[in-house]
């Protein structure tokens, strides 16, 4: 009877060893998982870019835009992105656009906050979507930093636009898309060489 129970004991200690190792595989496997991707550091975005693309409307037209973006580090993990576009319309209208974003650090590991203006209280904060101001935001995923502006109009609706920017070996790859309730009204691709 002692050698039953003895060979029953060692059956269930070989059980809670295997669920015991069971459990500890799971919960290394949730925990890596839970750890991001390795992104490339943000020092290697720093520098300026510039390109050129044609842009194809909705219409079917194909317009030629020229394109730059420089991204700089400031203090405290903070950089800055400044970008142009200057699109050049079949009847010579020539139409240029420029946009400056400072971005901070967010709680969240390889997510950046936009610090576009001061509170009450002097604190940086993001603009308010419910005001008509664009809600922005970056993150880097492996070799691609993404800026996200996110706009509410004033039914409700939502227009997103997304810029990700890939590094290569001579520059940045940029792939731009502009999606409003779901309908896409834009996409580019272009790449652009460090200057």
């Given at each position: 009877?002692?050698?039953?129970?003895?060979?029953?004991?060692?059956?269930?200690?070989?059980?809670?060893?295997w669920i015991?190792?069971?459990?500890?595989?799971?919960?290394?496997?949730?925990?890596?998982?839970?750890?991001?991707?390795?992104?490339?550091?943000?020092?290697?975005?720093?520098?300026?870019?510039?390109?050129?693309a044609d842009?194809?409307?909705?219409?079917?037209?194909?317009?030629?835009?020229?394109?730059?973006?420089?991204?700089?580090?400031?203090?405290?993990?903070?950089?800055?992105?400044?970008?142009?576009?200057?699109?050049?319309?079949?009847?010579?209208?020539?139409?240029?656009?420029?946009?400056?974003?400072?971005?901070?650090?967010?709680?969240?590991?390889?997510?950046?906050?936009?610090?576009?203006?001061?509170?009450?209280?002097?604190?940086?904060?993001?603009?308010?979507?419910?005001?008509?101001?664009?809600?922005?935001?970056?993150?880097?995923?492996?070799?691609?930093?993404?800026?996200?502006?996110?706009?509410?109009?004033?039914?409700?609706?939502?227009?997103?636009?997304?810029?990700?920017?890939?590094?290569?070996?001579?520059?940045?790859?940029?792939?731009?898309?502009?999606?409003?309730?779901?309908?896409?009204?834009?996409?580019?691709?272009?790449?652009?060489?460090?200057?």
């Amino acid at each position: 009877m002692s050698a039953i129970l003895s060979r029953h004991g060692q059956r269930a200690a070989i059980w809670r060893s295997w669920i015991r190792g069971l459990v500890t595989i799971a919960v290394v496997s949730v925990l890596a998982a839970a750890i991001p991707a390795s992104a490339a550091p943000l020092e290697a975005f720093y520098g300026a870019y510039s390109g050129s693309a044609d842009v194809i409307e909705t219409d079917g037209t194909t317009i030629p835009r020229d394109m730059s973006v420089e991204i700089a580090g400031l203090e405290r993990d903070r950089f800055l992105v400044s970008w142009t576009s200057v699109t050049f319309r079949t009847d010579g209208r020539v139409k240029e656009k420029s946009y400056t974003i400072e971005f901070k650090p967010a709680d969240r590991p390889g997510v950046y906050a936009a610090a576009q203006t001061r509170n009450v209280f002097g604190h940086e904060v993001q603009f308010d979507p419910m005001s008509g101001e664009p809600f922005v935001w970056a993150r880097i995923v492996d070799d691609t930093m993404t800026v996200f502006s996110l706009f509410v109009g004033d039914d409700g609706g939502y227009e997103m636009q997304q810029f990700d920017r890939t590094l290569e070996a001579d520059g940045l790859h940029l792939s731009f898309s502009r999606v409003r309730n779901g309908e896409i009204l834009k996409t580019v691709e272009a790449d652009l060489v460090r200057d």
